[in-house]
């Protein structure tokens, strides 16, 4: 695998990468930020129930508003943050190549 080339890298901004976690933490962690989830779901008595999709969940944050990160989310979103910044880093196409190899030639093999 090839390294980045620092010419054309820069580091992103640490606030835009704070923001990026806390809204992440919101998806993993709905009920430190009072937002409805799947285990506390109330379902009604009637046969035409249909379960809330919980894969976006942008409506919800948004009328959430701002708000504070709970104490006990502090050290997490920390976390959160190198996760965010090593998924940005990570060539996943060079590795998955270098990993698996594929045995069928593209197009690009033939032009090359």
Not at 53 to 70: A, H, N, S, V, Y
Request: with cysteine; proline share 8%; charged share 30%.
């Amino acid at each position: 695998m090839r390294p980045l080339d620092p010419a054309t890298y820069c580091d992103p901004d640490p606030r835009d990468e704070a923001c990026k976690a806390r809204h992440l933490s919101k998806y993993i962690f709905p009920l430190q930020y009072k937002l409805s989830n799947v285990f506390a779901s109330e379902s009604p008595a009637t046969a035409n129930y249909k379960q809330p999709d919980f894969t976006d969940r942008e409506r919800d944050i948004q009328l959430l508003g701002t708000c504070k990160t709970p104490k006990r989310l502090k050290d997490v979103v920390v976390l959160l943050e190198k996760m965010i910044w090593r998924h940005g880093k990570c060539r996943y196409r060079l590795l998955r190549d270098e990993t698996c190899p594929s045995k069928v030639s593209t197009l690009n093999d033939h032009i090359h």
